[in-house]
């Protein structure tokens, strides 16, 4: 089947330029509209497969309707300049895709859509139209549907003849007579003063189209009405005419001129690339073309490599590298240095930079602006070295977590691969992972380290373009930029342990464990491993008979779901429970932290990670201090070891409360829950006497948990379910 | 909080109140469980997402304001929604009226930003 797709050019180019931050690329030129256009064509183009195409445009402010009413469209406000001037930019964009558009004298974008529309209904084809504007709606058939965009500009709602009939209960081909009874005020169409587009659908449903509506003038309910319908019954006719789309205006275009058979990829990424489009380009195919035409851009970068700092590369931008892909980087040797600039492209042996005063004095020059990845590493890792880093003006690995926080991978090879770039290998291809990370020979390392610097300083205007684009330049540059200093700060700072108190605590679990140990074999009658499954899950489940719950490979599961299952079954069950987590808690903890423990501060130094879960939480390891259980006693107690790093000083703790029943009464809006609040009433008791609706006095102790249950369901995202088992 | 998941719907992802976003790729599935599962998401990151919102702020305030000030206390740690200093005990009193108060204006919410501050020789005191 032959597919039509009309594409209202200017009322989409309208909607995009308002539905977007106003964006402007790297020259300083306007894109939002083109931005918002093109994301929108694109998707049309995947969605639809259109095998004929057309965008039609307004010609100019004249048009036929302009004689038959002089003041149509006459309180448009005028195209702001900033819209005007991407015109032409869109037209170039429509070009590089090989989508032919036109725009017909005298006539309006929807007189074309309407006329050819017709003609391929003529033809057998089905045609889809786009727009912003109503007005098409005239046009819905059982071939010719139409969609409206809806907040934002990619969203559509569609119209065929049943959505036609579910929304307005008229034929599409009515919707002239509707704006003829009560006008169109965006277009300054008169119709009848004082009735709206209910009362004419309603006067349309009983009489049927506009001219017996208005010959039954003495038929409708209500003597103002009726005379109304009498008095502007020609301006009724005119404006019903003004909004009737010509389906034969003089369009000079065959059906078979329309046809489409896509575009030139290379084409397009150009242009994309000019205008900062990185995110429209996973649209485009990926050739092996292309990404050899990447990778070969890179290729005429020349390096300088050099033995010592110059001033050639202390200028202002500059993108940094200070290479230290060892996990753990407070305890890291760096491994080079290679700054790009408008200069050029330089690397450095790192021992010949460090001891560069001019280097440092650059690094530490708030004014110099430097682009970095991961800018909190390289400030700890120089600030171990007492190098201040100052003036990161961008970080690549924050914003690419601001882009997308769902992405596994963060690499810069990654991030610029996402974005057509093959500039780069990743580090892990480079330097291999974990415990078999080697540093490779010189030249290797030196020209991955330079890439690198080169890929960053090609990366940083795109995505800078994407953050604008999501409007979280704000949140990039207020908070989670100057968030990853105090970061820095914090891990390089550390917190003082107790090492004293964390043995006696050791030894204090090693007690519990032996107690423990001992009652659960006096339980099970016979000493066994009890951290071998292959042990433990024949006394289980054969000397002790219990219910099998779930089998593997190698025998029963003792996992801990099972164990959970099983609670009540046997007294060994709480005890093994409990074994587990004192046991988890010593090795994970008591052992976990003296391990952690820096031998030249005395301190835990953790490494809080900003760039990785989806919610936007921190995270943090070495230890992993959101993860230390508070439940156990034995629990909390492990907080006892975090002291004052100065004697006298003391510990402040802060703490939010409920912010996140808080933030869900805040974004619901929900008047009960604010209240709750604002009384300083129980949230979970007010909750109760809304569902159960029962006074306070009334509410039990289980009804409240079950509210608490419906509180947090919501705000931990557990499903409906869930929450009643609770 | 249905308006969460028509977003999600129409646009593909959820924010913040500071806009950062969360993309649902199965918000649209056909599949029962992972769409419910993107529905459940839509509704609770926006809430989880704007705690950490709130909290990232409040360290920055807080930290800077540490230093305009001329503190010798040190912000130590952040753990879910609290955050641990060090603090010389002719500041203790100074830090609890400025923390308390820097941290419950961090965002203006239609309901108040409630801070509980406790102080002790050992974060496990501070409780």
């Known amino acids: 089947m032959e597919k039509l797709v009309l594409i209202d050019g200017n009322s989409i180019a309208y909607r995009a330029f308002f539905a977007l931050p106003l964006l402007t690329n790297d020259k300083g030129v306007y894109t939002n509209a083109v931005y918002g256009f093109t994301n929108m064509l694109m998707k049309i183009l995947e969605e639809q497969k259109p095998t004929h195409i057309l965008i039609a445009f307004d010609a100019g ?56 529309s017709k003609r391929a209904e003529e033809h057998g084809q089905d045609v889809r139209v786009f727009t912003g504007d109503k007005d098409l709606l005239q046009l819905v058939s059982e071939r010719t549907h139409v969609a409206i965009t809806k907040k934002g500009i990619t969203n559509v709602d569609w119209y065929d003849e049943a959505a036609m009939k579910e929304t307005y209960g008229i034929p599409a081909t009515h919707i002239p007579d509707m704006k003829g009874l009560a006008g169109d005020s965006s277009d300054n169409i008169p119709g009848i003063p004082k009735v709206g587009e209910k009362t004419a659908l309603k006067l349309l449903k009983e009489f049927g189209d506009i001219t017996e509506v208005l010959d039954h003038a003495d038929d409708v309910s209500g003597p103002k009405l009726q005379e109304r319908l009498k008095e502007f019954r020609d301006q009724a006719l005119m404006s019903r005419e003004l909004a009737v789309i010509d389906r034969d205006s003089p369009v000079d275009m065959s059906i078979e001129a329309l046809a489409y058979s ?53 200028v202002s931008p500059a993108a940094l590298i200070i290479e230290d892909p060892v996990e753990n980087y407070h305890h890291a040797d760096l ?33 110099k602006k430097k682009y970095l990845f991961d800018a909190k590493k390289s400030t700890v890792a120089l600030g171990w070295r007492d190098i201040a880093l100052q003036g990161v003006e961008f970080d690549a690995l924050i914003a690419s977590y601001l882009i997308d926080p769902s992405l596994s991978s963060h690499d810069l090879a990654d991030i610029s691969e996402r974005r057509g770039q093959h500039t780069v290998l990743t580090d892990e291809e480079v330097y291999g992972k974990g415990a078999k990370q080697k540093k490779p020979e010189k ?37 989670e930029l100057p968030l990853s200093t105090v970061l820095a700060e914090m891990e390089l700072f550390g917190v003082s342990v107790d090492q004293e108190q964390l043995r006696v605590m050791g030894t204090e679990l090693e007690e519990r464990l032996t107690t423990l140990e001992k009652d659960i074999h006096t339980l099970a009658g016979t000493e066994f491993n009890i951290n071998s499954p292959k042990q433990l899950g024949p006394i289980l489940f054969e000397r002790l008979e219990l219910p099998v719950i779930k089998k593997t490979k190698t025998g029963y599961s003792t996992a801990a779901d099972v164990l959970e ?28 932290l003296l391990k952690v ?127 009643l088992r609770t | ?114 801070v509980d501050v406790e102080h002790g020789n050992t974060w496990y005191e501070a409780k």
């Open chain 1, 61 to 116: 402010k004249t048009t036929f309707r302009h004689k038959q009413y002089e003041a149509y469209k006459s309180d448009r406000q005028k195209t702001p300049p900033e819209l005007s001037e991407q015109m032409p930019i869109i037209r170039e964009v429509l070009e590089s895709l090989s989508i032919p558009s036109v725009q017909v004298e005298l006539y309006e974008a929807d007189d074309i859509i309407g006329t050819l």
């Open chain 1, 262 to 314: 896509g575009f030139d990829s290379s084409a397009v990424r150009k242009l994309f690339k000019e205008y900062g489009f990185n995110s429209l380009m996973k649209h485009l195919d990926n050739d092996d073309d292309n990404s050899e035409e990447a990778s070969a851009e890179l290729d005429d970068f020349t390096f300088q490599h050099e033995d010592e700092v110059t001033s050639q590369m202390l």
């Open chain 1, 335 to 367: 491994w080079g240095m290679a700054i790009v600039n408008e200069q050029g492209s330089f690397t450095v042996p790192i021992e010949a930079a460090l001891a560069s005063d001019d280097f440092k004095g650059w690094l530490a020059d708030s004014t």
């Open chain 1, 443 to 479: 030249d290797a390392l030196l020209d991955h380290i330079a890439r690198k610097a080169a890929t960053l300083w090609k990366l940083v205007p795109m995505l800078s373009t994407e953050l604008e684009q999501n409007d979280q330049k704000d949140l990039f540059e207020t908070l």
């Open chain 1, 565 to 592: 299952k099983l609670e009540d079954k046997h007294e060994i069950i709480p005890k093994l429970l409990l074994y587990r987590q004192v046991s988890k808690l010593k090795s994970t903890y008591v052992e976990g």
């Open chain 1, 597 to 723: 423990i820096h031998e030249d501060t005395n301190k835990i130094h953790t490494r809080f990670n900003q760039a990785l879960t989806q919610t936007g939480r921190l995270s943090s390891a070495d230890p992993n201090l959101q993860n230390i259980p508070i439940r156990l006693e034995e629990g909390r107690k492990i907080r006892k070891v975090f002291v004052p790093s100065k004697k006298d000083w003391v510990i402040l703790a802060a703490d939010y409360s409920q912010i996140e029943l808080r933030v869900l009464a805040h974004m619901s809006g929900d008047e009960k829950l604010m209240q709750a609040f604002h009384e300083g009433e129980d949230v979970h008791t007010k909750t109760a006497m809304d569902v159960f609706d029962v006074l306070k006095s009334e509410v039990t102790s289980e009804m409240r948990r079950n509210a608490k249950a419906v509180n947090f369901g919501i705000v931990y995202g557990i499903s409906d379910y869930g929450c």
């Open chain 2, 1 to 114: 909080m249905d308006d969460s998941i028509s977003h999600a719907k129409d646009e593909g992802y959820v924010t913040t109140l500071l806009k950062r976003r969360r993309y649902l790729p199965d918000i649209n599935n056909r599949n029962f469980n992972l769409r419910g599962f993107a529905e459940r998401t839509a509704m609770n990151t926006p809430i989880q997402g704007t705690a950490a919102d709130i909290i990232k702020k409040a360290m920055v305030d807080v930290a800077n304001a540490l230093t305009e000030r001329n503190y010798e206390s040190r912000l130590l740690l952040q753990v879910h929604d609290e955050l641990i200093f060090e603090v010389p005990k002719n500041e203790l009193a100074d830090l609890e009226q400025l923390v308390t108060q820097l941290m419950s204006e961090t965002l203006a919410l239609d309901v108040e930003l409630v």
